[in-house]
């Protein structure tokens, strides 16, 4: 419970990097630096003797140090294969397989591939979405029914307090005075006690879970962006104060 919003940035974060990583590997597949002829020249000596026999490690470093002059020129790392298999999170021989048929031989392995992936994460989403509305739903509907059994019980011991007044005591009350304690201000307590509270949970959850992940995938720009977490604290801080003292108010 909570875990939803992070698990979609997360999601999002995959989609993004499989539309990035089909456009670096097709632009390489087009580019004229180095040309198809040299790329295919390389792929026929150095490459292909090693594919299917278990040196795929091998092949990775030959890839690797094949685009490392032209990394270097055009300052630009993201091109190399090894940074490109990390971000997509691919085993070994998957990335070679795809990138070797896609740059090296001008096939279409990659196109294939990137239509799984992107239809594979879109389909994590709708179902985490999904996953998520749900729990939502049933959080916030399961806690607006509690209160509403918390306030039938409080409106029972009311008017059994009631009842067991003096005579002395309805002398002094109107019959508008029972109404609107009974409407108002249960009222008011059934909706600090309703879906509130289930809100509350899933902010605080989802809270705890964003700054988790934050902190796994990238903590020193998560420690910059805590600086401000004060100063947010000290504003929400002052809200919640000016709220709580009309709602006081409203209790008078």
């Avoid at 997509?88 to 896609?102: C, E, K, R, T």
């Avoid at 996953?131 to 959080?139: A, E, L, Q, W």
Wanted: aromatic fraction near 14%; include cysteine.
């Amino acid at each position: 419970m909570g875990s939803g919003f992070p698990v979609l940035v997360i999601l999002m974060g995959k989609v993004t990097d499989t539309f990035i990583e089909y456009q670096t590997i097709h632009y390489m597949a087009i580019s004229p630096i180095p040309s198809y002829e040299v790329r295919n020249a390389f792929y026929t000596s150095s490459i292909k003797p090693l594919l299917g026999k278990g040196n795929d490690s091998a092949v990775m470093e030959q890839m690797t140090d094949f685009y490392k002059p032209y990394s270097d020129a055009i300052n630009k790392t993201e091109i190399l294969p090894e940074n490109m298999r990390h971000r997509l999170g691919y085993s070994v021989p998957h990335f070679v397989q795809i990138f070797a048929d896609g740059v090296f031989q001008n096939g279409s392995l990659y196109v294939e591939n990137f239509k799984t992936d992107s239809g594979m994460w879109c389909l994590y989403m709708a179902l985490t979405t999904l996953g998520f509305v749900i729990c939502n739903y049933f959080t916030v509907t399961t806690f607006a029914q509690a209160a509403k059994n918390q306030v039938y019980q409080i409106k029972l011991l009311f008017f059994r307090s009631v009842i067991h007044q003096d005579i002395a005591y309805f002398d002094t009350k109107t019959s508008g005075d029972f109404a609107s304690k009974i409407t108002g201000d249960l009222d008011i307590i059934q909706e600090g006690i309703g879906d509130k509270v289930g809100l509350t949970i899933l902010s605080f959850a989802s809270v705890l879970y964003s700054i988790g992940v934050a902190f796994f995938y990238g903590w020193e720009l998560t420690l910059v962006c805590a600086s401000v977490m004060p100063v947010m604290g000290i504003a929400f801080m002052i809200i919640g104060k000016v709220k709580w003292e009309k709602e006081e108010k409203l209790l008078l």
